[in-house]
């Protein structure tokens, strides 16, 4: 592979994006559920028109130039309750809240660091453009890694709702950590 640019998404990234993303849920999480997952049909509405929403992208540039070896995307928190215990909806549905999703790398891509990286630009972005003091993600942990990647990260645990049926975690993003400087972050609360 050669070397790998991550970026805001435009929309010549959302075919590569939403390729990446399908690929991912195929292979490590059962497949498309509309419940869930049916931002991916319209990723131009749901991140490059929405306020306060982005897509970012890893692309790949040399031999595949521009292909979308990994995703991540930031929106407004609107958890439902239920399958959310009450309270987590109430914390978190606020406008100075955002949700990390769509955190997924192609499996040839993966142990280089690039959902590091998404990760890091994205809260940035979350932080420093769009305004928000928060930044919460939930993971299956039922998915190979995904537990132990975002324990690694510098990331505070809020709840461990297993053993729901979709095996959630949820934690907020260490935000003065992640970003390497002092600010607000979930410790603080």
Same mark, same amino acid.
């Given at each position: ?52 929403? &982005?897509?970012?992208? $890893?692309? *790949? ?7 979308? !070896?990994? /995703?991540? %995307?930031?929106? +407004? ?44 630009? &994205?809260?940035?972005? $979350?932080? *420093? ?7 919460? !993600?939930? /993971?299956? %942990?039922?998915? +190979? ?45």
């Amino acid at each position: 592979m050669g070397e790998v640019k991550i970026r805001a998404a435009g929309p010549a990234d959302l075919a590569g994006a939403a390729a990446c993303m399908r690929e991912v849920l195929d292979r490590d999480m059962g497949g498309y559920q509309e419940r869930w997952h049916r931002d991916i049909d319209d990723l131009a509405v749901t991140y490059l028109q929405a306020p306060r929403a &982005a897509l970012f992208v $890893a692309v *790949e540039h040399g031999e595949n130039e521009g292909r979308v !070896l990994a /995703t991540t %995307a930031v929106r +407004p928190c609107h958890l439902v309750s239920p399958p959310n215990p009450e309270w987590l909806a109430a914390r978190y549905n606020g406008p100075e809240t955002c949700q990390l999703v769509r955190v997924w790398v192609r499996p040839q891509a993966r142990r280089r660091g690039l959902a590091r990286r998404l990760v890091a630009e &994205a809260s940035a972005w $979350a932080t *420093e453009v769009a305004g928000y003091d928060t930044v919460y !993600l939930h /993971t299956d %942990a039922g998915v +190979p890694g995904a537990e132990a990647f975002w324990r690694s990260m510098p990331t505070v645990e809020v709840h461990d709702a297993r053993p729901d049926p979709f095996n959630t975690v949820h934690f907020e993003i260490d935000l003065p950590k992640i970003a390497g400087r002092p600010g607000k972050g979930a410790e603080q609360r």
